[in-house]
């Protein structure tokens, strides 16, 4: 199967070099000297209004950023030259946001894996002009997650992220705190993500590579080049978050040890899993706790897999213990109460076919046409079939169990909240959808592959959350549809 798949690569393909395939095994293992301190990228601190609404302030802005000794890098980034700062909420928090457009040309924020109204979203439809502020607002009302934000224009998505318009949005609450949850200390993001350089240390900005995207051969963590991290805590929890446009990573440790996985994309797992590898495809995020012994050191790298996006590995992050490291309490045996929901016997199918040619179902995405009417509060069995390269699956506001993978269980490491699946080659992926009480017949969310290449091609379809009876709300042609104006 992997050998047909790069025959067929091979042949379609002209930029021999960077298919992903044995010709072209990219790896920067043992050549890494650790030289940089992983950046942390700061907490943005809200104002709090009278009604205790917390805002916050996010500009979209050009800029340089020194990668590389004494060379600059054009970039692109949020309140600062590259990235965006952590946002840090707790649920039920009323968040309010200004989201100022800098960069010169339209783009969108979009809140990935944020339960909110769809006019909130952030999605293709919510465009801030250059030079203007987009002004969104909800209650948080989900379980603690790590999430992120990052751009969302029909078409352009893959340039935006690449530039480095992301950051990461943390959700809290007090099954939570019961991590390590000193931002910085004990509770550390992971933002992974990889990149072409040229010679004079620019980005490469070739975003539309076939068949996946760009892969490139230079990692950032946090938007730092070749990263140390020194830890004084025995247990460290590391939130990761693969912002790559289309690379998969299998994590782990040079050493072979082991973690506890405590949560998948859209929160905690219900009781901790010890692993010592686990995949994220673009998109995905996951927290693990790390335990550590006084002066170890340990290189956080990633596998090579057997599919089209992860057959590359590479050295991410060297972690070293101090000497006297200060005793962590342990992590609880129970994670989290919060109920699974059922799926119901009746409950409602939807089949999705992704394709060679970037279509789902046989259609590009069009902005104009609802592609799926959904109804509140209800829980939904989507099933996808991947019958072209590897893609993942990814859906807005929802958050999701998987069922089963041609018909198995899932991997050990997949089975918590989640709101992005891998969807191998040929394979079929079962997931139970939680459909939430937000309802706008006329404000559609998105579905859609995040190998951002192909959702940029169309790989991506619209949904509406109505309440039942009342589907002949839903406009059959958004064209000339008020409410889809941004306000
Ligand atoms: Cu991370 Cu529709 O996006
Ligand atoms: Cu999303
Ligand atoms: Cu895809």
Known sequence: MKSLKCFILLSTVTIMGLTGCNTDYTSNIGKQPFTNILNIPEILEPTIDENGVKHFALTMQEGTTEFFKGKQTKTWGINGSYLGPTIRVERGDQVAFDVTNNIGEPSTLHWHGMHLPAEMDGGPHQMIEAGSTWEPYWTINQPAATTWYHPHLHGKTALHVYRGLAGMFIIVDEESKSLPSNYGVNDIPLIIQDKLFSEDGNLIEKTDIEPFGLMG???????????????????????????????????????????????????????????????????????????????????????????????????????????????????????????????????????????????????????????EVVHANTTEIWEITNRGWDHNFHIHDAAFRILDINGELPPIYERGRKDTVFIPSGSTVRIAVQFGENTNPSFPLMYHCHLLLHEDEGMMGQFVIVEPRTEDEVPKNLHNNEHNQHH
């Open 217 to 371: 051969n230079t990692i950032l963590v946090n938007g730092t080049y070749d990263p140390y991290l020194e830890v004084k805590e025995s247990q460290i929890r590391f939130r990761l978050l693969n912002g790559s446009n289309a690379r998969a990573y299998h994590f782990g440790f040079d050493d072979g040890r082991t973690f506890q996985l405590v949560a998948n994309d859209a929160g905690l797992l219900d009781s901790p899993i010890e692993l010592d590898q686990m995949m994220l495809s673009p998109g995905e995020r996951a927290e693990i706790v790390v335990s550590f012994e006084p002066g170890d050191e340990t290189i956080f790298r990633s596998f090579k897999g057997e599919n089209g996006i992860d057959q590359n590995e590479f050295e991410l992050l060297k972690i070293v213990a101090s000497d006297n490291l200060k005793e962590t309490k342990e992590i609880p045996k129970i994670l989290t109460k919060e109920q699974k929901s059922e799926v119901p016997t009746n409950a409602k199918v939807r089949t999705f076919e992704l394709t060679m040619d970037s279509k789902i179902n046989g259609k590009a995405m069009d902005m104009n046409r609802i592609d």
